[in-house]
């Protein structure tokens, strides 16, 4: 192979992927990272690593000077972008071969040419190409913008024109009334540099179908079948899975291969690329060509039994392509899981912080970006891990990924695994039914209730004291002889054993525990039933069933991280602070940067206006006034970084009664 050695211009899970092909091919690797990941999984994994700035990525993983640099130092020949960050631009392609080094990825003037949607758009309707409803042209101007929303009408999408994985895309249904398509620009201009936004008729209850194809850059072009990615949420895929549901009627599927061939025909493609369409009862619309690996590539993978990206390393060495498409199989079918770092309780807020313990199903496929013991920084992508499973057919990769979540748990942030189970479980999804939009629409997605049920209370209490007995061998009474337990018994029959106080949002619960034998125990509550458990220690965790429900649980010094069926509890065993009066500051409650104010010092404000804006791992999270009053003073200005719990804006409060 041509490619010695690569340098991997990426971070988290993607540059871990591609570390284990250029093992399993013998090419060696160095990765660049930020001072954020100075300590992260893809530093550890590497040989050789090349800082390459601060955290904020437009300071680091955005750096082209600094990854070409870092890339001749350490004596690489080619650079892989992975996905997101440099992947899609056309400058950082042509600046890497201008320095003589082989780029992973498509010629510069193709990734220019189809990696802004305008110009895609533009082309493909040159070639008669059906796209989607409404104008070629992008504007990061708002007047001009809203003026295309008036003669397109509604429901009208707003897409980053320079945009890639569903990230800024807004939808309006009716004409806005804030700031709406201000906020989509700073959202494309922070993300991609570039706040122009195209503005599309919304096809009303679309899937999302791909197809994965390769050229060799001489106008030979072989696909790798297609993929459906209608399982989003803010138009950010949540599930992938490979071939397309049967719901995609044969027919479309075939002419959407073809078109997808026909196109990269045309462009003399080179490397690996992904032709997006969405389909609806009335056929199928081009959407977008990104011009890089896809994050859910591991599903072609599994279907076709070949490495996507040894293929993208062996045509950059120009090798040509490595099969040819009659030679080409699909068998069985894949599913993949983006777990994120986000809180499907509280709106699926990002949660950053230290990972504490981690439990990844051995069955699955799982590709990781951390370990335990890592830190999820604000400043990226909240995608933290990919799960994939296979099955014979798509029911049975079902069942395998809501085993898999089962089977898997992260400790110390929220994540989006209980909802990932909820999703391939609803039987809308087990029989093929969801669009786009099904997840923002569905019901019964979470619970309504999160209030923990006996069951729950009773698999927190049986892992406290667990833990204690592990940490301490074993409870004074257990090691003073059965004389001694026989007292106990006699003295509180209720609980032999002991009993332990724990509280959840203040509310507090007195367990007791009845009876403990290896593996397996009994807690009652009150006045109520026993509740027969089931446990065992894995590593830090310890995981069992209660009442036919899986729990995994995590103990700390003052509590218990419980993940009950696929819901993070936090419960303590010490008693809350009594709450405080109504604060009149207003604080950041994440780490990220303020990317707006919407008041000023001496403005009216009522309990719930939007105060500052504060992006934290591609969010937008808008703070809102605590009380009603005065803005007495702002503590933060636009593009500062702040710290969770940092105080944003002071509030003067009304003194009328």
């Known amino acids: 192979m041509k490619i010695r050695k690569l340098f991997i211009a990426n971070r988290g ?72 960050f440099l992947s899609e631009n056309a400058d950082f392609a042509a600046r890497v071969e201008a320095a003589g080094l082989i780029f992973v990825g498509p010629r510069p003037e193709t990734i220019n040419r189809m990696g802004d949607k305008s110009r895609a758009k533009t082309a493909m309707i040159a070639a008669n190409v059906a796209t989607v409803p409404g104008g070629a042209e992008a504007s990061e101007d708002p007047d001009r913008i809203a003026g295309w929303i008036a003669e397109i009408g509604f429901p009208v999408m707003l897409k980053p024109a320079a945009g890639g994985g569903g990230k800024g895309m807004v939808v309006l249904e009716v004409p806005p009334k804030g700031d709406e398509i201000a906020s989509a620009i700073r959202t494309a201009r922070a993300s991609f540099g570039d706040g122009s936004l195209l503005v599309e008729r919304l096809i009303r209850s679309p899937r999302h179908v791909e197809v994965q194809i390769f050229g060799d850059g001489s106008g030979n072009v072989v696909h790798l079948f297609d993929r459906e990615c209608s399982l989003q949420r803010r138009h950010q895929k949540v599930i992938e899975e490979a071939p397309a549901a049967s719901h995609v009627p044969q027919a479309i599927r075939d002419e959407m291969i073809a078109a997808a061939v026909r196109g990269a025909e045309a462009l003399n493609y080179r490397n690996a690329g992904t032709f997006e369409f969405i389909v609806d009862e009335n056929g199928y619309y081009f959407l977008e060509v990104n011009t890089r690996l896809q994050v859910e590539h591991p599903v072609t993978e599994e279907v076709t039994g070949q490495d996507l990206v040894e293929w993208q390393l062996r045509i950059a060495s120009g ?32 949660s950053s912080g230290r990972v504490t313990a981690t439990i990844w199903d051995s069955t699955a ?72 939009r099904f997840i923002d629409r569905a019901e019964g997605l979470m619970p309504a209730d999160v209030t923990p049920q006996d069951t729950a209370w009773a698999a927190a209490a049986l892992a406290v004291m667990q833990s204690r007995i592990s940490a301490r061998g074993g409870p004074l009474w257990e090691r003073a002889g059965a004389e001694l337990v026989l007292d106990r018994a006699a003295l509180d029959p209720s609980a032999p054993l002991g009993r332990l106080a724990l509280y959840h949002k203040g509310k507090p619960r007195l367990a007791q525990l ?21 446990f065992a220690a894995q590593g830090a965790v310890i995981s069992g069933n209660c009442a036919g429900q899986v729990w995994h649980a995590h103990c700390q010094r003052t509590g218990v991280e419980l993940d009950f069926d696929g819901l993070r509890l936090e419960f303590n065993t010490i008693p809350p602070a009594r709450d405080a009066d109504l604060s009149p500051t207003c604080k950041s409650p994440l780490p990220g940067v303020v990317v707006a104010l919407a008041a000023s010092v001496g403005d009216s404000v009522r309990q719930g206006d939007v105060l500052v804006v504060v992006e934290a791992m591609k969010m937008e999270n808008t703070i809102v006034a605590p009380l009603s009053g005065t803005v007495a003073e702002i503590c933060c200005t636009v593009d500062q970084q702040v710290v969770a719990g940092q105080v944003l804006v002071e509030i003067a409060p009304d003194t009328e009664g």
């Open 13 to 84: 899970e993607i540059a871990c992927r591609i570390m284990r092909s250029c093992q399993r091919l013998g090419i060696e690797v160095a990765v660049g990272y930020s001072d954020a990941d100075a300590e992260a999984r893809h530093v550890r994994l590497a040989p050789v690593a090349a800082r390459l700035g601060p955290a904020p990525s437009a300071q680091s993983y955005l750096n082209q000077e600094a990854i070409v640099d870092a890339a001749l130092r350490l004596g690489c020949d080619a650079v892989h972008p992975g996905y997101g």
């Open 319 to 350: 090798e040509g392509l490595p099969m040819v498409q009659d030679d080409i199989t699909c068998t069985g079918h894949a599913i993949e899981a983006r777990v994120y770092a986000e809180d499907p309780l509280d709106g699926f807020r990002p």
């Open 365 to 436: 496929r799982c590709d990781l970006g951390l370990d335990a013991g890592d830190y999820v920084s604000p400043f990226y992508d909240p995608m933290i891990a990919k799960l994939i499973v296979r099955g014979a057919d798509r029911q049975d990769a079902l069942a395998n990924m809501c085993a898999a979540v089962d089977r898997s748990n992260v400790f110390g942030i929220a994540t989006n695994l209980g909802f990932v189970k909820r999703l391939c479980s609803h039987p809308a999804v087990i029989a093929g039914e969801a669009d786009t």
């Open 514 to 534: 009845v009876a403990r034998q290896e593996g397996s125990a009994t807690v009652s509550f009150d006045e109520g039933s026993p509740v027969h458990i089931t």
